[in-house]
C-alpha cells in the first residue's frame, strides 16, 4: 500500500513536499526575473490588477514608450 493510498490522499497531488522557506526562494527568484524581463513584467502587473488578460490600464501604460 502506498503512503497517498494509507492516508487516503486523492486527486491531483504534488510530485513532492517542499517547505514555506522553498517555496518562497523559488518565488522570489522568479519576481527578480521580472525585473529584468519587460514581458514578464507587463503580465505580472496585469495580474496585480487582477485580470488574467491584458488590462486597459497595462495597454496604456505600453502605449507612452516612444
Keep these: 500500500m502506498t503512503e497517498r493510498d494509507r492516508l487516503g490522499l486523492?486527486?491531483?497531488l504534488p510530485p513532492r513536499v517542499i517547505s514555506f522557506e522553498q517555496q518562497y526562494d523559488r518565488f522570489m527568484e522568479s519576481f527578480r526575473s521580472l525585473e529584468h524581463n519587460t514581458?514578464?513584467?507587463?503580465?505580472?502587473?496585469s495580474?496585480?490588477?487582477?485580470n488574467n488578460s491584458e488590462s486597459a490600464e497595462v495597454k496604456k501604460y505600453d502605449g507612452i514608450h516612444h
Excluded: I, T
Excluded at 39 to 45: D, S
Excluded at 47 to 50: E, Q, R, S
Design 10 to 12: 486523492r486527486g491531483l
Design 39 to 45: 514581458e514578464g513584467h507587463r503580465l505580472f502587473m
Design 47 to 50: 495580474w496585480m490588477l487582477g
